[in-house]
């Protein structure tokens, strides 16, 4: 008796790994989870949701991404001003920029290039960011430019 419970409450490691393939990593026991089946399981550590209105429009390919001076508090040293724009596409940069402000953006250009996701934004296309001068600070606002 105590074996057949045993049997039918075990899951099976290889549907679970299916629904929750993260468990080893974050260290779930399989044991936590007896008793459930291979769709419970998936239910609840998905991370799927269903898909909004917003992400079910294919959104057009970007083909560039573009920085904008947003603002400048004390003096920059290479001299940028509002509403000067620096141009990143796949094979080359348009405009002026510091190598430190570049060495500083390049993560946030490369990922928005890419099309990731930032689930902290209002707008997915559109971030700031600011340079590493700490006296004289340049804000940049970083945002998508998308075909058509």
């Not at 409450?9 to 779930?28: D, L, Q, V």
């Not at 079910?56 to 724009?85: F, N, Q, R, Y």
């Amino acid at each position: 008796m105590n074996r057949a419970r045993n049997q039918s409450s075990k899951i099976n490691r290889r549907e679970f790994c299916k629904a929750a393939p993260w468990a080893a990593i974050t260290g779930i026991s399989f044991s936590s989870l007896l008793g459930m089946t291979p769709e419970e399981v998936k239910a609840r550590f998905s991370s799927e949701r269903p898909p909004s209105e917003k992400e079910e429009t294919m959104a057009k390919p970007i083909t560039a991404v573009k920085a904008k001076v947003k603002s400048v508090k004390g003096t920059c040293g290479l001299g940028l001003k509002v509403g000067d724009v620096v141009k990143f596409t796949e094979t080359e940069i348009k405009g002026k920029i510091c190598i430190h402000a570049l060495y500083s953006m390049l993560p946030a250009v490369f990922a928005m290039m890419y099309d990731a996701k930032f689930p902290w934004l209002e707008d997915p296309d559109t971030k700031t960011h600011a340079c590493p001068d700490a006296v004289n600070p340049v804000v940049f606002e970083i945002t998508r430019i998308r075909e058509g």
